[in-house]
């Protein structure tokens, strides 16, 4: 097994765990954000001075925006809050301050009473550590329950870590937003937190998100703003797009020759941009990497993408898949990236599903023994279509052995679920039972899997498919709904090698597993953790980290090392995060099971 103890030693993630399990978080010093002493209205006493008024004209015009950062004006307090009267005096020995305004950069929409973290999410951890947490979590997330997590630190309210900083955490949280592909949580964030789109890196990735997310309308009616603002070229790239997109050729071509005149080498998006404003729709070639303006300009010209583009990001994936024009092949691989990196939804795989080509249903279960994208899409269209309960039975065990946790996990295994629904649970579909009960713990529909477990269970136990039951049973006892004592150890093992498997390779695939399992089970962590000191963190830290751990490249908990998924969901669990312990522990397990 390879381990990455260099990457969870760099972030402290050990230490965490260590604190976490039994090391309570020290409280935060009070320093100059102790409550401000307010005075009833009983109190008499002549209010303080005012704090100087600010310039209504505000400063003088820069070439560039300044730093941003927590609002240090101040406003008088209401009388309803407390504050004296004019014409009193105010006893001896007593402070008045006036109230400050809650500042952007903590602003978010979710707390502790709707399935956010707890306000004090940072604990003690200090500013600079946080900003480079938040900058360091990626963006490609081809995990579920990695993106959930991460969705939910982004969008907590909370309060600011002390300390100075050099990013406004509302744009930073919202640049990582836009960067997953989360549409919806990026436009609640920015509800919120308008001041963000004065962070040029922030207003940058959100532009890009909206735009290739379809919304043309919105992204193209602050384009004018954003130009305004910022003095970076990208923004005149944005404004061309918008331009050829209404038909506005003559200002288009004027753009290109005024970033030509200042001295922009960006000759792609240059040669995009005149064959577009001249209306002509050749297919692009030699550009396998496309920056998000060249992407935009493209797809705003309706010309054919190119053939060799390579992985996309979330919001680049998501919009190849919505465009009806690529040809099917294309649309199906850039539709399942977006679909492992979530950032194609429920309602939109169902929208091009409508639009695809149906596959054979006879044959279509044989073809997924070599799946492609579009094998994957077409099992999934032809079971969703099947009226027949045992022909979608098979079709719907082999959409979940051809597919990976990711897409399980998703918005893919979300449809596949409701058709498991209309299965009769009985020994009659015995031999779909252990890949129907697989994929609804993956989506974490566990009264659903329970029947399937159990006929899973006793199909075992007189002999038939014992490999699908233990490619199974460690996702079932991470729920608590098999006991691991239960399991025939050795057995077991040597139903993870039979089917020519080496012997080995199946012992360290069984030992990576019961690795992962021993973390939700609560046994001893690792020896790696032994003398590294604890620090004052907080549940953001512990998911932050936890992020970071187990990402896996583009791969998720599927693909990242045992040891760190199970230093991760030890941290998570220790710090009361038991959800997101659990399903990344199923995921990890299930992807070194296979299907």
Known sequence: ????????????????????????????????????????????????????????????????????????????????????????????????????????????????????????????????????????????????????????????????????????????????????????????????????????????????????????????????????????????????????????????????????????????????????????????????????????????????????LKPLGPAEAAAIARTAAVPAAQRAAAAERALRLGSLETAGLQTLLEGLEPGDARTLPAAARKPTPLIRLQLLKAALAEPSPSLKGGLVKAAVQAADPALLAGAYGSLLAEEVRSLPVNVGYAVIAPHAARLLLLQDRLAEAQPWIELARADARAGKDEGAWGRLWPLAAAYGLVQEREVDQGAWVAGLASGGGDAAAARDKADGVLLVLSALTGTALPDAAIDAGPKPQGVGVAEALSILATSGGDGGPAQASPLDVQAAVAALKAAGLEDVARRVAVEAMAGRLGA
């Not at 502790?112 to 550590?129: F, H, I």
């Not at 081809?142 to 600011?160: C, K, W």
């Not at 997310?213 to 923004?235: K, M, P, Y």
């Open 1 to 308: 097994m390879t381990v990455s103890a260099d990457r969870r030693l760099r972030h402290g993630l050990i230490p965490l765990v260590l604190l976490l399990a039994g090391t309570a978080p020290a409280a935060l010093a009070q320093g100059s954000n102790a409550p401000i002493p307010l005075v009833p209205p009983s109190l008499g006493g002549p209010a303080p001075d005012a704090a100087a008024p600010r310039d209504p004209q505000g400063p003088a015009p820069m070439t560039a925006p300044a730093p941003l950062g927590p609002e240090t004006a101040t406003t008088p307090a209401s009388p309803a809050m407390g504050a004296p009267a004019a014409d009193r005096r105010v006893p001896s020995g007593l402070e008045v301050e006036e109230l400050r305004p809650v500042s952007q950069e903590a602003a978010g929409t979710l707390g502790p009473d709707n399935g956010g973290l707890s306000a004090d999410l940072w604990g003690a951890t200090p500013r600079p550590e946080v900003e480079r947490l938040l900058a360091d979590l990626p963006a490609r997330l081809a995990s579920p329950a990695l993106r959930a997590a991460a969705r939910r630190l982004l969008l907590t309210a909370g309060t600011l870590p002390a300390g100075e900083g050099t990013r406004n955490l509302a744009a930073l949280r919202l640049q990582k937003l836009a960067g997953l592909g989360d549409v919806a949580g990026t436009a609640a964030m920015l509800d919120v937190a308008p001041d963000a789109l004065e962070d040029e890196e922030a207003a940058a990735a959100w532009m890009a998100l909206t735009y290739l997310a379809g919304d043309s309308a919105a992204a193209c009616g602050r384009v004018g703003e954003l130009l305004g603002r910022f003095n970076h070229a990208i923004w005149q790239k944005y404004q061309i797009v918008c331009q050829v997109q209404a038909g506005d050729a003559d200002t288009a071509l004027l753009g290109i020759d005024m970033l030509r005149e200042l001295g922009d080498k960006d000759d792609t998006f240059f040669r995009l941009a005149e064959i577009a404003a001249s209306g002509q729709k050749p297919p692009v070639k030699g550009l396998s990497e496309p920056t998000p303006p060249q992407l935009a300009l493209i797809l705003a010209s309706g010309r054919p993408l190119p053939a060799d």
